[in-house]
């Protein structure tokens, strides 16, 4: 079942949401009501049980080609500026912290704060046409979308600087190389490839994954004693849930894990809905 946002459409495969930018016309330019969409989308996510990876991607010859340049001639005052990102503020961070595997598709341009999107996502898949832009100080603005916290520690703080300062992009065979993106394929292979992939991590520990992701998104400004304590925590959570004690039985049985039937038997043992109504997908 499709349902359409404004510049946003999202469709369930199975424990799978896509979501499509569907503002192809502006390049999937990231404009206040694709930000607003993608803010509720977001939070529908965060209560819904039965969705267990996420498949992100644009409809169209390119991803997000970032700021829409219309809106920023006429909204670029100060409190303009502070009301748009303090709604980014309520999107960006959530959505890279989302307690769930987010695999992104990309075709064509992620530029600006559109790569910020792309690289918010935990696996991307680069199509042939991909091209990761940077582009924030050629129109004289300061890289934001989070991209300032991770491209450092996707490729470094050097290569980091040579991309940002040079306005440079990196091609899906470059973006590969550097590790940005998991693999490049033909740009009509994308969304197969991704969707497979987030179908995948569906069938795995998806919430076990979830709770590795906040460990990783501090590791780079957390001591090792910190880091010790947050994995004895974290574990101590992972394994008191269904998918571990699944995962643990199928090893000692020798048998393929399910580790989502015994997430969705939990979820209706403990009184949690599975799932958000189905007129809200």
């Known amino acids: 079942m499709i349902k359409t946002y404004p510049h946003v459409e999202t469709e369930r495969r199975d424990s799978v949401l896509v979501i499509r930018l569907d503002n192809a016309a502006a390049r999937n330019a990231l404009s206040r009501e694709m930000r607003f969409s993608l803010r509720e989308i977001t939070r529908e996510l965060q209560d819904d049980r039965a969705v267990r990876a996420v498949y992100l991607t644009g409809k169209g010859k390119s991803f997000c080609a970032g700021g829409d340049l219309q809106m920023l001639a006429k909204a670029s005052e100060p409190w303009a500026v502070h009301r748009r990102f303090r709604h980014a503020a309520t999107l960006f961070p959530d959505l890279m912290t989302l307690d769930k595997p987010v695999v992104c598709g990309v075709r064509g341009h992620a530029m600006g704060a559109g790569l910020g999107l792309a690289l918010a996502a935990d696996l991307v898949i680069a199509g042939d046409s991909a091209q990761f832009a940077s582009?924030?100080?050629?129109?004289?603005?300061?890289?934001?979308?989070?991209?300032m916290f991770t491209l450092p520690r996707?490729?470094?703080?050097?290569?980091?600087?040579?991309?940002?300062?040079?306005?440079?992009?990196?091609?899906?065979?470059?973006?590969?190389?550097?590790?940005?993106?998991?693999?490049?394929?033909?740009?009509?292979?994308?969304?197969?490839?991704?969707?497979?992939?987030?179908?995948?991590?569906?069938?795995?520990?998806?919430?076990?994954?979830?709770?590795?992701?906040?460990?990783?998104?501090?590791?780079?400004?957390?001591?090792?004693?910190?880091?010790?304590?947050?994995?004895?925590?974290?574990?101590?959570?992972?394994?008191?849930?269904?998918?571990?004690?699944?995962?643990?039985?199928?090893?000692?049985?020798?048998?393929?894990?399910?580790?989502?039937?015994?997430?969705?038997?939990?979820?209706?043992?403990?009184?949690?809905?599975?799932?958000?109504?189905?007129?809200?997908?």
């Open 135 to 147: 582009g924030w100080f050629r129109l004289g603005v300061v890289p934001d979308g989070l991209a």
């Open 154 to 281: 996707l490729v470094g703080l050097a290569k980091a600087r040579n991309f940002l300062y040079t306005d440079a992009s990196w091609s899906a065979e470059e973006a590969v190389e550097l590790g940005v993106a998991l693999k490049r394929v033909p740009d009509d292979d994308v969304d197969e490839e991704g969707i497979a992939l987030a179908q995948q991590l569906a069938r795995g520990p998806a919430e076990v994954m979830g709770l590795a992701k906040q460990l990783l998104l501090k590791s780079f400004e957390t001591s090792v004693a910190e880091i010790m304590e947050q994995e004895g925590l974290m574990q101590a959570l992972a394994m008191s849930s269904a998918e571990f004690r699944e995962g643990l039985s199928a090893l000692i049985d020798k048998r393929t894990a399910d580790h989502q039937a015994a997430a969705a038997a939990e979820a209706s043992v403990d009184g949690m809905p599975a799932s958000i109504k189905k007129d809200q997908l």
